[in-house]
């Protein structure tokens, strides 16, 4: 199979830390994106891990450590508009030419004042 | 540099009828990924193609078809609408790297919201 398991819903603070982890099964694992989507709107690309390590981008981190089939995207410094869907998307490794990239159900994270 | 363009936005059908939707690839792009998405829900694999085959499908039955055309476009069939056919249907297009395997960014349209009543 390849589950992805990640919160349902969080929420948090204006100005605070949040993290949001996703977890997979490791078979066929060839790389982990998270992305953003706002209600009524297509997912946008917010990062791509496929070594284990840590890629900060801005406000943004997204952590992978492939043997735990373990990841989290930690977003900092919380504003109003994070308030969103976030996507965990696993690429496994397909039989033809191509891989695919299967999403995970998203965790809707409410930011409050 | 126009990005994924979908069509059309919204529609409305009646439960047996087919429904075709249309989705034009990133420029530069030759990958298409259709995806379904419930209210709620993350996005669900349909089906990828790449010079115009199918090359991976997700558990959707076979009422959902594709195809893709020499210029990259692509058309989502789906025959027999049921009610639980009502989501937002998603396209993403993407490039093929070098090394022969797809593991770059998907590009997502704006999406075809499709009520089946």
């Known amino acids: 199979g390849q589950n992805i398991d990640q919160p349902t819903e969080m929420t948090a603070t204006e100005g605070a830390i949040v993290q949001i982890n996703c977890t997979y099964q490791?078979?066929?694992?060839?790389?982990l994106f998270w992305y953003q989507q706002h209600a009524g709107e297509a997912p946008t690309f917010l990062s791509y891990?496929?070594?284990?390590g840590l890629e900060e981008k801005g406000r943004f981190s997204s952590f992978l450590s492939r043997s735990k089939g373990y990841s989290y995207l930690l977003l900092k410094e919380l504003q109003m508009k994070d308030s969103a869907s976030y996507l965990c998307?696993?690429?496994?490794?397909?039989?033809?030419?191509?891989?695919?990239?299967?999403f995970g159900t998203g965790t809707l994270l409410a930011v409050q004042p | 540099d126009a990005g994924v363009t979908q069509s059309p936005t919204h529609l409305i059908k009646t439960r047996g009828q087919q429904v075709t939707l249309r989705c034009s690839p990133k420029?530069?792009?030759?990958?298409v990924s259709w995806y379904q998405q419930a209210l709620g829900q993350g996005p669900q694999f349909i089906f990828q193609?790449?010079?115009?085959?199918?090359?991976q499908r997700g558990n959707f039955p076979d009422r959902f078809s594709g195809h893709q055309f020499p210029n990259y476009s692509s058309e989502l069939n789906v025959n027999a609408l049921l009610l639980g056919d009502s989501a937002l249907y998603l396209c993403?297009?993407?490039?093929?790297?070098?090394?022969?395997?797809?593991?770059?960014?998907?590009?997502f349209g704006e999406g075809s919201r499709l009520t089946v009543l």
């Open positions: 420029s530069g792009h030759d990958t």
């Open positions: 193609y790449y010079e115009e085959e199918e090359r």
């Open positions: 891990n496929v070594l284990d």
């Open positions: 490791t078979s066929g694992f060839n790389g």
């Open positions: 998307a696993v690429v496994f490794v397909g039989g033809g030419a191509t891989n695919k990239l299967i």
């Open positions: 993403a297009s993407s490039t093929l790297r070098t090394s022969g395997r797809n593991t770059g960014e998907l590009f």
